[in-house]
């Protein structure tokens, strides 16, 4: 298997995507490790890697709290050895026009969008070693805007930024820092916009496949870039999107 002997970080792990991406990594021999904010929200996805004879373990801090964050991150590398592998999921939207958006709520969104990721690589990238990999989970918002949603454009074209910064930085270690940039995925947290007649008509004229993505095809990308046939790319943006970037 891809991941055997390898134990793999996956932020924003009891849901979604980082759901379907920690559940990979551990069917490929993967030790991971599912953070959430809460144990009521990761222990689902833990059983379902241990229900499968996986290994996974919960990391469990709020992303916005940097010593919590520290602390957590320290204790899981003592018991489970380095992190080699780091998915950096976990995400936070508020859709709401600038002249209402607050300075605390930006302030939010760059946090758990932005300045948690380049915290994780940096605490993490001395123990990693050659072959570290860091993949982080961007959007198509990263590359094109649309009205009422500044900040989070702001905090994924960072992240966008971020992946080739530490890419730059991080290459003589021999780590690969990419990304992927998801389309429209029909995750809970689009619930309310897979239902609206309106997008699914948008998405049949505006993408080249024509629907919505669905969860589990964000696995094979993000998997790729973990493993040792990435070994040589690094500071990429996959767009993962129907060809909507691609499509007009």
Do not use: C
């Not at 241990?50 to 290994?55: K, M, N, T, V």
């Not at 050895?81 to 607050?102: K, S």
């Not at 609206?196 to 629907?211: N, V």
């Amino acid at each position: 298997m891809r991941f055997d002997g390898q134990t793999a970080l996956v932020t924003g792990a009891s849901a979604g995507f980082g759901r379907e991406i920690a559940v990979a990594l551990a069917a490929e021999g993967a030790t991971v490790l599912v953070h959430g904010r809460s144990l009521q929200r990761a222990a689902p996805v833990i059983a379902a890697i241990r229900a499968q004879g996986g290994r996974a373990f919960p990391v469990l801090f709020d992303l916005a709290e940097e010593a919590a964050m520290d602390r957590a991150i320290a204790a899981a590398q003592a018991e489970h050895g380095p992190i080699r592998i780091l998915v950096n999921n976990a995400g936070h939207r508020d859709r709401r026009p600038l002249a209402e958006l607050e300075r605390t709520a930006v302030r939010q969104m760059l946090e758990v969008n932005l300045v948690a990721a380049f915290e994780l690589a940096r605490v993490l990238a001395p123990a990693m070693g050659e072959g570290g990999r860091i993949v982080n989970v961007t959007s198509i918002a990263g590359q094109i805007a649309r009205s009422g949603d500044a900040a989070y454009t702001m905090a994924k074209g960072g992240l966008e930024a971020l992946t080739r910064a530490l890419a730059a930085e991080l290459g003589p270690r021999r780590i690969t820092v990419n990304a992927v940039a998801p389309g429209y995925f029909a995750t809970e947290a689009n619930a309310a916009m897979v239902a609206d007649p309106a997008i699914a008509e948008h998405l049949a004229r505006r993408t080249s496949l024509g629907r919505w993505g669905r969860p589990e095809e964000i696995v094979g990308p993000v998997l790729f870039l973990a493993s040792a046939e990435a070994s040589y790319v690094t500071g990429q943006v996959l767009g993962v999107d129907g060809g909507y970037l691609a499509h007009f």
